[in-house]
Nanobody, 125 residues
């Protein structure tokens, strides 16, 4: 059974940094692209950043370019978040799918093979 587990998020001041991780198990971990999505109260889920199955391709939403960095170490995917802003406050989810990173980051409602449970990130201004 496919499983994704996100690390615990947290509370950070604006301008600060936080690193999330997503650990995959239960399938051929390198077979899938992994993406990070987020959903703030009252907002639609949106794609944040995605990475290909072997880590050679990445995709970032415009609103995180230059601030967030996605990386992959086999079954674990990291999202390094720097220069955080209040508007980054949301529940962050990771998902796994056999799709391209471009498709993944632009398709937040697609029925991916697995979703994590979500982790809260709160940025205080």
């Amino acid at each position: 059974q496919v499983q994704l587990v996100e690390s615990v998020g947290g509370l950070v001041q604006a301008g600060g940094s936080l690193r999330l991780s997503c650990t995959a198990s239960g399938f051929t971990e390198n077979y899938f692209a992994i993406g990070w999505f987020r959903q703030a109260p009252g907002n639609e889920r949106e794609g944040v950043s995605c990475i290909s199955k072997n880590g050679d391709a990445t995709n970032y939403a415009d609103f995180v370019k230059g601030r967030f960095t996605i990386s992959r170490d086999s079954a674990k995917v990291y999202l390094q978040m720097d220069d955080l802003k209040a508007e980054d406050t949301a529940v962050y989810y990771c998902a796994a799918g056999f799709v391209s990173v471009q498709f993944m980051c632009n398709s937040p409602h697609y029925p991916y093979d697995a979703w994590g449970q979500g982790t809260q990130v709160t940025v205080s201004s």
